[in-house]
């Protein structure tokens, strides 16, 4: 995720809140074909997982001598004002609100935290979600490749998929993983 | 993906932590009492 860098930026008046901000983000998945050890994880580079049951805290990886997030860093959770910017998210798995607080940088077109846990989630068929975004098919399956990354897909886009030369491990149905992964972060489903 | 230029600082302190808790080892169930069988019931 892209942001655009100014020490010397004039804020807005910084303010205290007492409710946590509610935005939107996307994620990746890994995961046993069994729904065991699944797990969010962000979409960009090897990163930690998302930790179940407890909040995520930011961490900056270019130096230690700042708390996550900063305003001269790029470093913080991040999340979205709309689903639009995340249909250019590389390879999302999932699509969810997000619970915000500590220390927020508010941005033009979302945020960077210092904590964070999903409030709701959804599986998306990441073709489906580049091309029509939240109005995308749900997913039927679930690719399980290499390193346990998981890729839901309606059936369409497997066919798709495969033919452009995805070699999946294993198929087994969404709906099963999409429980597991409820179930693990004891969140409720996104609606559509 | 680009988020744009930093607007402000929100210091969020919430009452209660958007996480949910822990949940709590199952308590063992008892077996629910039953009548007697008498003796004689299969006959």
């Known amino acids: 995720m892209h942001v655009e860098l100014e020490t010397d930026v004039e804020l807005d008046d910084s303010r205290v809140a007492g409710e946590p901000i509610i935005a939107w983000r996307a994620w990746g998945l890994t995961g046993r074909a069994?729904?065991?050890?699944?797990?969010?994880?962000?979409?960009?580079?090897?990163?930690?997982?998302?930790?179940?049951?407890?909040?995520?805290?930011?961490?900056?990886?270019?130096?230690?001598?700042?708390?996550?997030?900063?305003?001269?860093?790029?470093?913080?959770?991040?999340?979205?004002?709309?689903?639009?910017?995340?249909?250019?998210?590389?390879?999302?798995?999932?699509?969810?609100?997000?619970?915000?607080?500590?220390?927020?940088?508010?941005?033009?077109?979302?945020?960077?935290?210092?904590?964070?846990?999903p409030q709701r989630l959804r599986l998306v068929c990441l073709l489906c979600f580049w091309l029509r975004g939240m109005h995308g098919d749900p997913p039927d399956i679930v690719a399980v490749a290499g390193r346990r990354r998981m890729l839901p897909l309606c059936e369409p886009h497997l066919g798709t998929a495969v033919r452009y030369g995805m070699r999946p491990k294993t198929v087994v149905e969404a709906v099963g993983i999409e429980r597991a992964l409820l179930d693990a972060y004891a969140v409720d489903m996104l609606a559509v | 993906m680009n988020i744009g230029r930093p607007k402000r600082i929100i210091e969020v302190e919430p009452a209660q932590l958007p996480v949910p808790e822990t949940l709590p080892e199952p308590l063992p169930v008892s077996e629910p009492d039953r009548e007697p069988i008498p003796a004689d019931a299969s006959r």
């Open chain 1, 34 to 117: 069994d729904g065991s050890r699944i797990r969010l994880r962000p979409v960009a580079g090897p990163t930690l997982p998302w930790p179940h049951r407890e909040a995520a805290k930011a961490r900056c990886k270019r130096g230690k001598f700042h708390t996550a997030p900063d305003l001269a860093c790029t470093c913080g959770l991040h999340a979205t004002h709309t689903t639009e910017l995340l249909r250019r998210t590389k390879a999302p798995a999932v699509l969810g609100r997000i619970a915000l607080w500590g220390r927020v940088i508010e941005h033009e077109h979302g945020y960077r935290a210092q904590f964070a846990y």
